[in-house]
């Protein structure tokens, strides 16, 4: 199909479809409230004796539509109103149309100058309460017109007609949530209309009570309005007092599980959970501040429920927070919503729309902060009673923390590894740090750092078990401890890998003396459970100043020699500066992506993926990029390997992570319902945290988790199985779906993939580039294509760049694939552009969805 012919600005018309069938949807509703109302709207009031103007009818309106209650049920907070009054009040008191102006008039008061609500909401809004009252007005006069207003009749008319609006209202809610997410429920609609709110009946009863008594003494208006306030009021203060019992209920209960909790980790699971329970909060954390240095020790609850630990120096938008908060002491307050421009830039960072934080005290002074974000249902924002609440959840959190062991604790966990019991990688870094600050000054020769990596530990973990394996790590760390006795400093960076700090020394030869006597601990056989397990090291060494004067630098000297000894027979290797005539672009680019990351400028593109058999589009491949300022396009295989050993793969992770989903809700928002396909690195595999990242940002983006797909090469897998299998199983828990990439190039075995929870392979582009009729190639994607069929997995070939490639793995039986014949990487906003004119050129059906 010809391009030009595409009708004018068709991305404008998908970005607004939502708005344009809401406002159809209005228009319907405004046609069906003519229809309904028009044949009634002359009758009289049924009650003769008072004739209620509409100015009246408006005020009692939106005093009920102003003062609703705001119910927490479960995860949402729901609005109750008693509408209802007003309503039947008018039925029998005023005629249709004065009862149709005041309630116009009252609720669009409420809703311009009380919720401030958009345009588009208001008209709707509007066009639904017109359809509610022109139904009630008809069912009123249908089941009871032209009667006494004591009549039975007449007062089962009462009834039926707010009922029936109320009918109303929710199929035209079920309507426009159906517009913008996509799904329509047909039960949730039934069972509403069927239960309703069950308050109605009560407030419907008061209603007709206030008639008869109208009816037989008119003057009792003002007895009336009064019992109505009272109650009204009454009714508010009985709702915000059952909230106060129950928040009081959980704080006893809070109170006794902090008290009672032998363990820290219990101790702080039940804080942050009950800190999220009564504030109805997303999130919740612990900040301390763990040293002088300006360090913060993070405790956060997980989706999951599991903790999560970081050490790091704080960021500039947390050093705001902490100065105010520890620094002044005083609690902060920041609503959904503010203008303040530190708040907003906090919120911004935190990915949050709201927060409390309060200072969590202890005897000698502020020990952190407490903070909870993001307050459940879009009703109601933190206020001045939640800060308070918060306040005594800190209260009882400061009184089983005062302890000072347990303060000590804390702050053990959060810089030693908890298995060995070594120092982690954050107490490493600050134990680097100062000692190449003495050499700086003058005041200390030099330093070395050695990297050790355990050479046989997956044969150890695939034969024995992860059970083993941990054993032996704790044996490793005991040895090395042992062997470089107090002058040096051993910490476990995760893994295998361990690191040897030793400070004041600038001796090359004295540092080699002490690396090999590390090597020789490890010679002697480790007993594990009757058994005698050989395991050998590969240790690489770096001097300061000689090598690096940074921590960051030694460490990726130490370990670009501790590869170098893994390729040689030596063992042991001292950095070259020779053999890395790469490596000063290498550290600019670590200094380089940090900036990218932080300033946002690490982007997505995206790859068709094409079901074989038709040609239709049934998902992309999310591929990073990189396009700096001045060094241009760097390719992913450069920066990658950058960013797994500089420590920030986490944080591209996450990057890429959210573009992609904010990138399919977009998609999904114009119609579009497809899946996106995102690369793990085997470091990613190895975060403990990705399972609650990946759940945060599916929720953070409303996208299904069966539109993400996470692919894992065979090789990560295979770094740590037991690890990166359960790991592996938890993503699949959550929906996600999982793929192997790079198939055929690892080991590409039939109970290797009977251990992995996946759902397709990948056929790596080395196949399928060259593929043809007599190559040996064919008959390896052949045998792969046949192991996926067998075993009930999806087959994808990447790679593919003619249509006679595209045309023979299709013969073969593979199912998907992805190239440059059928589509090449584009930017996110072009995707939907491309998809349109390529079902269009095509001839074939594209896969969409209409939301």
């Known amino acids: 199909m010809d391009v030009d012919r595409t009708p004018p600005r068709p991305a404008l018309l998908r970005r607004v479809r939502p708005t344009l069938l809401v406002v159809a949807l209005t228009l319907a509703l405004l046609t069906l409230a003519a229809l309904a109302g028009i044949p009634f709207m002359a009758e009289p009031a049924p009650a003769a004796f008072l004739d209620l103007p509409w100015w009246v009818l408006a005020a009692g309106f939106a005093a ?21 009054l007003p309503l039947v009040l008018g039925l029998f008191l005023a005629s249709p149309v004065q009862l149709l102006i005041g ?27 017109a359809l509610q009252t022109s139904v009630a007005v008809a069912v009123f006069h249908l089941v009871g017109g032209g009667r006494e207003v004591t009549s039975s009749l007449v ?7 707010p009922i029936a609006a109320n009918c109303v209202a929710s199929i035209a809610l079920a309507l426009v949530i159906a517009v913008y997410e996509g799904d329509l429920r047909i039960r949730p609609i039934l069972r509403n209309m069927v239960s309703g709110d069950p308050a109605a009946p009560l407030v419907i009863t008061v209603g007709l009570v206030a008639v008869l008594s109208l009816t037989v003494a008119p003057h009792s208006a003002v007895l009336l309005l009064l019992t109505g306030a009272a109650l ?35 101790t702080l699971r039940n804080v942050l959970r009950e800190a999220r329970e009564l504030l109805h909060a997303e999130r919740a954390e612990v900040a301390f501040v763990a040293s002088d240095g300006g360090d913060v020790a993070h405790v956060r609850l997980g989706a999951t429920g599991r903790l999560g630990r970081s050490s790091e120096a704080p960021a500039p938008a947390d050093q705001w927070l902490l100065s105010r908060v520890v620094g002044d002491g005083e609690p902060l307050l920041i609503t959904r919503g503010t203008r303040d421009a530190d708040e907003r830039r906090w919120l911004d960072a935190q990915v949050a729309r709201e927060a409390v934080a309060v200072p969590l005290r202890g005897g000698t002074g502020i020990l952190g902060v407490l903070v909870v974000t993001d307050r459940l249902g879009d009703v109601r924002t933190y206020a001045e009673d939640d800060v308070r609440l918060l306040e005594t959840v800190a209260h009882h959190t400061s009184v089983a923390l005062q302890n000072g062991k347990l303060m000590d604790q804390l702050r053990h966990d959060a810089l030693h590894d908890a298995l060995t019991g070594l120092p982690n990688r954050a107490a490493l870094q600050r134990q680097m740090a100062a000692a190449l600050e003495e050499v700086a000054d003058g005041r200390s020769p030099g330093a070395a750092v050695m990297i050790l990596d355990l050479d046989r530990f997956k044969e150890v973990n695939d034969t024995l078990g992860h059970q083993h394996g941990d054993l032996l790590l704790v044996e490793v760390g005991t040895r090395l401890r042992t062997a470089v006795g107090p002058a ?34 490890l010679e002697q056989p480790v007993p594990l459970d009757g058994l005698e397990v050989e395991v050998g090291g590969s240790l690489g060494l770096a001097m300061a100043p000689a090598h690096a004067t940074d921590p960051a630098g030694l460490l990726k000297r130490a370990d670009m020699a501790m590869y170098d000894a893994k390729a040689s027979t030596g063992g042991l290797r001292l950095y070259e500066p020779d053999a890395d ?53 760097i390719p992913p295989d450069e920066f ?3 960013a797994e050993r500089s420590g920030l793969i986490g944080l591209v992770t996450t990057r890429v992570l959210d573009l992609s989903l904010a990138a399919v809700a977009d998609w999904r928002r114009q119609g579009v319902d497809l899946g996106v ?53 938890q993503l699949r828990a959550l929906g996600v779906r999982l793929s192997v990439d790079d198939f055929g190039t690892g080991y590409s075995s039939l109970s290797y993939l009977k251990s992995l929870p996946v759902d397709e392979v990948k056929i790596d582009r080395s196949f399928v580039t060259n593929l043809s009729g007599q190559n040996e190639d064919v008959a390896i994607v052949r045998a792969i294509v046949d192991l996926g069929r067998h075993l009930g997995l999806e087959v994808v070939a990447e790679g593919i760049e003619d249509q006679p490639t595209w045309d023979l793995l299709s013969s073969m039986g593979c199912d998907l694939g992805q190239g440059w014949h059928h589509g090449r990487p584009m930017p996110t906003a072009e995707f939907v552009p491309w998809l349109r004119a390529h079902a269009g050129s095509a001839g074939q059906r594209p896969a969409l969805r209409v939301l």
Request: hydrophobic letters at 45%; proline letters at 3%; glycine letters at 8%.
């Open 640 to 642: 990658i390997p950058v």
């Open 232 to 266: 009204l009021l009454g009714y508010r203060g009985y709702a915000a007092l059952a909230d106060r019992h129950l928040n009081t209920e959980r704080l006893y209960r809070f109170a006794q599980a902090v008290t009672s909790a032998p363990e820290v980790d219990e």
């Open 155 to 161: 007062w089962l008319g009462g009834y039926a007609g």
């Open 581 to 633: 005539s790469d490596n000063p672009r290498r550290l600019m680019l670590v200094s380089e992506l940090r900036t990218a990351l932080s300033h946002g400028r690490i982007e997505v593109h995206v790859q068709p993926q094409g079901r074989l058999a038709t040609g239709e589009t049934v998902g992309v491949e999310a591929l990073v990029r990189w396009n700096h300022a001045e060094l241009g396009f």
């Open 677 to 729: 396909a995102v690369n793990l690195s085997t470091r990613s595999l190895l975060d403990a945290d990705l399972v609650d990242e990946v759940s945060r940002l599916l929720r953070r983006h409303g996208v299904p988790a069966s539109r993400l797909t996470l692919e894992v090469t065979e090789g990560s897998v295979m770094a740590d199985p037991a690890r990166a299998i359960a790991l592996l199983h």
């Open 64 to 84: 009920t539509e102003a003062c609703v209650f705001h119910l927490q049920i479960r995860r949402e907070a729901r609005t109750v109103s008693i509408s209802e």
């Open 103 to 129: 309630r116009l008039a009252g609720s669009a008061a409420i809703f311009v100058l009380h919720r401030r609500s958009s345009l588009l909401k208001t008209v709707f809004n509007l066009a639904m309460i």
């Open 488 to 521: 040096g400093f051993v910490a476990r960076l995760g893994g295998d890998e361990f690191a040897i700090l030793l400070s004041g020394i600038d001796d090359e030869d004295r540092a080699v003396r002490v690396g090999r006597r590390l090597l020789r601990s």
